[in-house]
Nanobody, 128 residues
């Protein structure tokens, strides 16, 4: 049973923008930090960004900082990832996950620290 449903992935040209959504099903995100992750073809899953639950403090990986923006709407049980200036190397399956706020203090949290099982993700392909 999927606990997070990721959506918004698409084929986009280099330099383009895309907004991904992550909706929680059954589980609560109100008191948890949310992270976005990416698995590129043939590579391990990597952390991109996280956002804390109350004060919306955010952290970004070097590959995402300056181009990606993470946000959330607790009333909608949804988190977002707005991506701009997309590059071919951004191609991959994008996932979201939750963890305690202490896991998103000064940096993103590792994929293996995700609290729940992974959802299906949403595919982003950056190509001309």
């Amino acid at each position: 049973q999927s606990q997070f449903v990721e959506s918004g992935g698409a084929l986009v040209q280099p330099g383009g923008s895309l907004k991904l959504s992550c909706s929680a099903s059954v589980i609560s995100i109100e008191k948890y930090a949310i992270g976005w992750f990416r698995q590129a073809p043939g590579k391990e899953r990597e952390a991109l960004a996280c956002i804390r639950s109350g004060v919306f403090i955010t952290n970004y990986a070097a590959s995402a900082k300056g181009r990606f923006t993470i946000s959330r709407d607790n009333a909608k049980s949804t988190a977002y990832l707005h991506m701009s200036s997309l590059k071919p190397e951004d191609t991959g399956v994008y996932y979201c996950a939750r963890q305690g706020d202490n896991y998103c203090k000064d940096s993103v949290f590792r994929p293996d620290w995700a609290l729940d099982a992974w959802g299906r993700g949403t595919l982003v392909t950056v190509s001309s």
